[in-house]
Structure formats: C-alpha cells, structure tokens
C-alpha cells in the first residue's frame, strides 16, 4: 500500500445517495425500519449491522462535523445553535432508538448462529452498551454534553496582554523558550492570572459536572462513577487496580528520570532553585527553535517528513490538505487543544490544534497525522464500531507516529544542532508525561470514588498526589494559590473524565513500537500498519500482539522501557 484509493468515502448502499437530514423526523424512518426488520438468520444480522452502521455513520458524520464547527469558531451564535440544536433537538431520540436496536441484537435468537469469535469485541462494547443507557439518563446524558462544552467557552477566550499585544494562552506559551528568565516569569505569572480569574466559575462547573456523573452512575447502577466510565469505556483488558499499580511503577521508574533531568537543567542554567518557568528554555541559551512558519508551512514540511517513513502516510495528510480539513493556526475564539476528529461518512478526517510555531506544535501536528493514518487504515472496516477503537491503541497510532518521524525531523531544522535540541525537547517532554498522567488519572480515581467531597478535601487530595507524583528539583514557593487549579489547564477532566491514564499505557507502547523500529526497521511499519487496519475489531492484546508489541504495563516492563529511552537519550 503506496498510495491512497481515489476515493474513501463511504459508498450508500442503504440510504439513498441525495438524503440529507436536519431534524429528528428525517430519520426516524430509517430507524424505525430497522426496528421493525425481521432478523431469521445469521446472514440477515449482518446485513442489518451493516445497514445500521451506514445509518450511524452518516449521522455520526454530521455530528462530528457540527463539533468540529463548534470548537474552530466558539463565538459564533449560528454555529453554536447548530450544535446545540443537534444535542438537545436530536441526540436524545439517537440514544432511544439505539438502545431499542441494541437490545433487539442482543435478544434476536438468530444470535446464537452469528460467528462469535468473530464479533467478540462489538458485542462486549454492545452489552456494556446497553447495560449503561437508562431509559432515565437519556436527558441527563443530553445536559451533561452540553454542560461540558461550558469549559471550551470559558477557557477559550483565555488571552494576556504583552507589550501592547494580546497573546492566546498558546502564544504566550511559547515566549516561556525565551533566554530572558524576567520575561519568562513575567508570562508565566500572566498565564496563571489569567487562569485564575476564571478558577471560580470552573470550580462552579466542576462541582457541577462531578454531581451530574454520579447521579447518572448510580442510576445506571453503580457506586460511582469511575466504576461506571471504565464500563462505558469498555475496558475489559485492565482494572482500577491495575492502573493505580501503574502509577507505582511511574513513580519508581520514570519519577527518577524527571528529577536527573532537573537537576542537569538547574546546573547548567546555572540556578540555585528551578522554577517552572525554567523548564522550556534551552540549556545553552540558544533562541527558541521555530521549525515552521504558519499552518501551511507546518503542513508542507510535515508531508515531506512522512513521506520519508512511508509515502502512504504523506498521501493521507495530502488527501487532508486537499479538502480543507485541516485548521491549524491558533486564534482567539477557538477551543484549546487539539485533536484528530475521524468522519465516518467521509472517511478523511479532521486536524484541529492551536499552532504558535514551537517544537511542543510540530510534535502535535505529527501526533494527530498519526491519528489520521489511522482513521484512512481503518476507512474500509464493514461496522463503524470498529472504526471507535479505543484510546489505548489511538494513542499508540499517533506516539509511535511522533518517534517515526522524529528521526526525519531535519525538513524542520536547518542545522544539525537545532535538530538535536529538538529530539531532546521530545525526550523531556515523553518522560515528563509520565508522572502527570499519573497525577491526572489518581486525581480522578479519587474524585469520583469520594462522592459528596468538599472543595477543600479535593484540594486536599490534588495537593498530595501532585506533590507525591512531582519532580523534587522545582520550587513552586509564592505560587501556592495558583498551584491549587493547575488541574483546571487539563481540558480532561472537565471534557473526557477517565480519558487520560490511555496516554500512559499508549506511550509505553510507543515506545515498545520505536525500540521495534530500530531493531527491524520497515517490519515495524508494516506491523504497526496491519495493527492499525485491524481498527477495534479485536481487543487490545491482540491489537498490540499484531503491532509486533506487548500489552503490559507490569512494573518489569515499565522498567525495561524507561531504561531503553534513558539509553537513546544518553545516545545524544
């Protein structure tokens, strides 16, 4: 595979090519039919699945395309409607309608002739599935969305003022490259005033939205919520237990590694105490590295580095730029963050991130062309379940892809030197995610395991794991109170409860799929790309068994691996 197909899109063969839809009753009779169909045999459940997914996709197209619309452009009202009008006007029928066709699936006597192996994987998400969708959280579902998206309008609008300018949180970030420390302070210290200006209202949104997921889980049910996530999530590979035991091995393997990576950086700086805003700025004083110029320039270079891995890789980023579906730049009146979003009507996905010329934007940009080689590998797979594989594996698709290309990085850099400093960055900042993922899952393990807690006794909590889980070397004195909500910059926990220790576990992976790499060389890709092909039509460990890798995170292993990365960081 060299090239893409002329086309990936979908091809209708249940619904007529011109429909289009705007309201609920558009498409009740196409679910209605399905509802009624008659399922005799194994044969005809498949095409009722197959029938079902092209419905599903279609919708879940226009679903995502509205999101996508939402986040690039915050303030505008018309866009906003859209959305919403989507979640509240449509969305709560979907939930309905589906949760009937679910059961109707799983109580079909047909069933029982479908090839099981087979459909293993759908079917345990399907169960997990119906298990959660209450006929009576229907609406507190619906409330719950769109009370989440109150986090991208709050924080979006974020901006300091520098110098007579006004700079997105994003742009003032990169000025923390600077050599001038003063200057560096003096961001930082905006950044964080600017956060906690608006600390009041996510904390209103955060009480907010703990008490609304608890309710939901225990009308589901459940005790709490973290219990009910990690259903929903249909994380049948691995436990609570064992993700806390993971953060143990965090602390024990790769906590050492930040702290001699604080200590090289505060002796060659030259400073008596590391502060945090001493952390980006290169060792040698050299100027911040600008490996791109704008979004398009990012794009090109970023073509031209896949290219060199594999040329499928570039043609799928090609495809991307072609249609448009690509907004880079970052701007006031976008959401923060970035990502990948996967069209499943289209089949070309759409990157969205907040670009400001950094090194930590490049690795982003390489970071979601991974997710979107994903999302073409898995374009052809016949249900659109397979095509929501789960984040353990996503984020193996996109880290691996960032250490791929990250031994072609000189289309960025002029010099060998800026190269180096470059890889070193990634080093820093793949060994310094460690004990923040850490953080960020043990924080929500709590939190949703202690219903009812008070302000204080979470900050109580975030306080002692953020001190246990943090890098010994760097002073946070005087910024005691900003300290206390640096958890609200984790667009996670307000968005995606529980999406978070996946980065951990994937990275590990990454990792596993890079040491591959060097030791076999174009059977890595191969594998990695078979892997990814297979979407989520088979459970995590056969998907990393495929990928030439292991699906573990035992203290021996997250040894071996930090130990692998120490020795290719010692290399430079």
């Known amino acids: 595979m ?13 619904i007529s090519a011109d429909f289009k839809f705007t309201a609920w009753d558009d498409l009740a009779p196409h679910y209605t039919e399905l509802l009624n169909r008659t399922l005799e045999s194994a044969a005809a459940i498949e095409q009722w699945l197959i029938d079902k997914s092209e419905l599903d996709s279609i919708v879940e197209d226009e679903s995502r395309w509205r999101y996508v619309r939402l986040t690039c452009y915050t303030n505008d009202e018309t866009i906003k409607k859209s ?24 109580n079909c006597p047909s069933l029982a002739d479908l090839n ?31 009370k989440e ?66 309710e939901i889980a225990e009308r589901a049910g459940f005790a709490n919520y973290r219990d009910y996530r990690m259903t929903e999530l249909v994380r049948v590979d691995y436990t609570p237990e064992d993700c806390m035991q993971f953060h143990e091995s965090i602390r024990k393997s790769f906590l050492p590694l930040v702290n001699k990576l604080n200590r090289t950086r505060k002796e060659a700086l030259g400073l ?16 911040p590295l600008k490996p791109f110029i704008d979004g398009k320039d990012l794009t090109d270079k970023t073509i031209t580095c896949l290219k060199q891995i594999d ?50 934007d490049l690795i982003t940009m390489v970071h979601e062309s991974g997710h979107a080689v994903h999302s073409f590998l898995s374009a052809d797979l016949p249900l659109r379940e397979y095509k929501d594989y789960p984040s353990e594996i996503a984020e193996v698709a996109s880290m691996s892809m960032e250490l791929f290309t990250m031994e072609h990085w000189q289309v960025f850099f002029e010099n060998e030197a800026d190269y180096k400093r470059a890889k070193e960055q990634q080093f820093q900042r793949i060994i310094t995610i460690f004990p923040w993922v850490a953080i960020i899952d043990r924080y929500q393990q709590w939190i949703y395991t202690h219903p009812g807690h008070s302000r204080d006794e979470r900050l109580a909590a975030w306080q002692e794991i953020f001190t246990s889980f943090s890098s010994e070397e760097v002073d946070y004195s005087g910024l005691e109170e900003s300290l206390k909500y640096r958890w609200h910059a984790q667009i996670h926990l307000f968005d995606y409860p ?11 992976g990454a990792i596993a799929m890079w040491k591959q790499w060097k030791e076999k060389g174009n059977e890595a890709i191969e594998n990695y790309k078979a892997a990814l092909k297979l979407g989520y039509s088979v459970g995590l460990p056969a998907l990393f068994e495929r990928a030439g890798i292991r699906f573990d995170f035992s203290p021996a292993y997250v040894q071996e691996l930090a130990d692998f990365l120490e020795a290719e960081m010692n290399k430079l």
């Open 2 to 14: 060299s090239i893409l197909p002329a086309s990936v899109a979908l091809i209708r063969r249940y």
């Open 83 to 106: 959305y919403t009008d989507f979640v509240t006007d449509i969305k709560p029928h979907l939930i309905e309608v589906r949760t009937k066709l679910n059961a109707k699936l799983l």
């Open 149 to 214: 998206q109150e986090y991208g309008s709050i924080t979006g609008n974020l901006s300091i003022e520098h110098e007579g300018k006004e700079l997105t949180l994003p742009e003032a970030g990169n000025l923390l490259s600077e050599n001038d420390r003063n200057l560096r302070e003096t961001i930082y210290r905006k950044v964080q005033a600017a956060r906690l200006a608006v600390a009041p209202q996510l904390e209103d949104l955060f009480d907010d939205l703990v008490q609304r997921r608890q």
């Open 272 to 287: 008596d105490k590391l502060r945090p805003w001493d952390g980006e700025v290169d060792l040698n004083n050299a100027a």
């Open 311 to 360: 040329p499928y890789f570039a043609a799928c980023l090609q495809r991307m730029q072609e249609m448009n579906h690509l907004d880079l730049d970052s701007r006031k009146g976008k959401s923060p963050g970035g990502y990948n979003m996967s069209l499943p009507e289209c089949n070309v996905p759409f990157i969205f991130m907040n670009a400001a010329s950094s090194v930590r």
């Open 498 to 508: 529980f999406y978070y220790i996946e980065y951990a576990i994937a990275q590990l």
């Open 116 to 146: 099981k192996d087979k459909y293993a994987t759908f079917l345990a998400g399907l169960e997990a599935s119906v298990k959660l969708q209450e006929e009576k959280n229907i609406e507190q579902l619906r409330n719950l969305e769109l």
